[in-house]
């Protein structure tokens, strides 16, 4: 639903939205393209805010969000270390992390072969 007046858009988004009876919440809408990266889970096509999915680390494909990332040798928080051995939450290949642009599925969503509604961690 689109609305035409600011204010009657703001009123919906800061509280709800009755159609027929249902009570339904508003959200801005926000503009996204197929290789937007989730932070949560590491798949594409939507951003953190809105995401239902299970944690997926974007550097080693565990059950945390990146933000939680530790490696148990050297202690590093947050980022890739040398004794990082990554995998890629998309494609499970162990020669990268999720965020490189050398994923396949990230290759695949940028030259329009891959609806990212079908991206899941589950392949």
Known sequence: MAFLILKQANKAINGRLYIAGISAKVARFQNTSKTTQ??????????????????KCVLCAESHIMENHKCSICKAKKTSCLHLVPKCANCNSN????????CEIYLA????????????NEL
């Open 38 to 55: 989730c932070l949560k889970y590491s798949g594409f096509g939507h951003l953190l805010a809105f995401c239902k999915k299970e944690p």
């Open 95 to 102: 020669t990268h992390s999720a965020n490189s642009k050398a």
């Open 109 to 120: 969503l940028q030259n329009k072969t891959l609806d990212p509604i079908i991206i899941d």
